[in-house]
Nanobody
């Protein structure tokens, strides 16, 4: 199983970016996917999550600005970020919870992190 995060970059205050998290491998199911971020010198924090049923949740300081969406057929989860602020500058990570995958005839379940993608918002 592999999670590939992409879409980060440099943007000015008020701008937009769209992050994408793509899961690949012998995946049977994924319960939910979350986007996290880790600002410089701070701990990693949850930004938004979405279940395979489409239920989304956001941390308060991104509500109304960020939108998380999933394409279950493609195993991708996107994070549309609008009205970006300097405090949104972070390395963003995606995490898949309760990933069930197969190796041969055996099934395994685990949580899986993708690599980070840098988002920098300049003022």
């Amino acid at each position: 199983v592999q999670l590939q995060a992409s879409g980060g970059g440099l943007v000015q205050v008020g701008g937009s970016l769209r992050l994408s998290c793509a899961a690949s491998g012998s995946i049977v199911s994924i319960d939910s996917v979350g986007w996290y971020r880790q600002p410089p010198g701070k701990e990693r924090e949850l930004v938004a999550t979405i279940t395979t049923g489409g239920s989304a949740n956001y941390v308060d300081n991104v509500k109304g600005r960020f939108t998380i969406s999933a394409d279950n057929a493609k195993n991708t989860v996107d994070l549309q970020m609008n009205s970006l602020k300097p405090e949104d500058t972070s390395v963003y990570y995606c995490k898949a919870d309760r990933v069930t995958y197969s190796i041969g005839s055996a099934l395994y379940t685990t949580n899986w992190w993708g690599q980070g993608t840098q988002v920098t918002v300049s003022s």
